[in-house]
């Protein structure tokens, strides 16, 4: 979708590091996600935002940590980044006028810790 | 405990031959039953979304119906451009959705 974006793309860390991903949208739409994506999982929501500085955890949030303090943006955090943090992440908004269920995903990052 | 899961995992189709992928369903207070399509490489992209058992809804060779149990998406006559991965979700309280892994299509011109 054209109004999210996510940075980087690509990244390559190591373990022990702190990692920030961002997603930034131009909607205005209310509702904000984080999920990552691995072969055999599927999608699995890390944490989700329902408003500026208001988030809750989501499925598997351990290790992770997130922020909102504007409506565009959302941060997830690794304070140290593990090999098992190795994914895909995608973020995801909702909560625009006319269309409050449906949610529609970032580019997403592919992220590898070593 | 809350599970979508989706059959089957892969679908190879000869390009015009009609098929239907599944998605089954144990999700408490289901507020929404969606499809995504996934192309390699990219973010899933906002197919359907379906509210109540008998609901149907088509875009282009898709057709979504919902039953109490499950899902279906059928490809009438697909081409080589469907092929993707498909993916199924159930919405919980609190807008969330709970996806099945996907059924990987590939359409054979």
């Known amino acids: 979708d054209a109004g999210i974006t996510q940075s980087p793309r690509h990244k390559v860390t190591e373990t022990g590091t702190p990692v920030t991903l961002r997603c930034h949208q131009t909607?205005?739409?209310?509702?904000m996600y984080w999920y990552r994506q691995d072969p055999g999982h599927g999608l699995r929501l890390i944490h989700y935002?329902?408003?500026?500085?208001?988030?809750d955890k989501g499925e598997v949030s351990d290790g992770y940590s997130v922020s909102r303090s504007k409506t565009e943006d959302f941060l997830l955090t690794l304070e140290s980044a593990t090999s098992s943090q190795t994914s895909v992440y995608f973020c995801?908004?909702?909560?625009?006028?006319?269309?409050?269920?449906?949610?529609?995903f970032g580019p997403g990052t592919r992220l590898t810790v070593l | 405990e809350d599970q979508v899961t989706q059959s089957p995992e892969a679908l190879r189709l000869q390009e015009g031959e009609s098929s239907s992928l599944n998605c089954s369903y144990t999700?408490?207070?289901?507020?929404?039953l969606f499809w995504y399509r996934q192309d390699p490489g990219k973010g899933p992209e906002f197919l359907f979304t379906?509210?109540?058992a008998g609901e149907e809804k088509e875009k282009e060779r898709l057709k979504a119906t919902l039953t109490k149990k499950e899902s279906f998406l059928h490809i009438t006559a697909p081409k080589p451009e469907d092929s993707a991965t498909y993916l199924c979700a159930g919405k919980t309280g609190a807008n969330n959705l709970f996806f099945g892994t996907g059924t990987r299509l590939t359409v054979i011109p």
């Open positions: 999700v408490s207070g289901l507020r929404g």
């Open positions: 909607e205005n739409h209310r509702y």
């Open positions: 935002s329902y408003g500026v500085k208001d988030t």
């Open positions: 995801a908004m909702a909560g625009g006028l006319g269309t409050a269920n449906e949610q529609f």
């Open positions: 379906l509210y109540s």
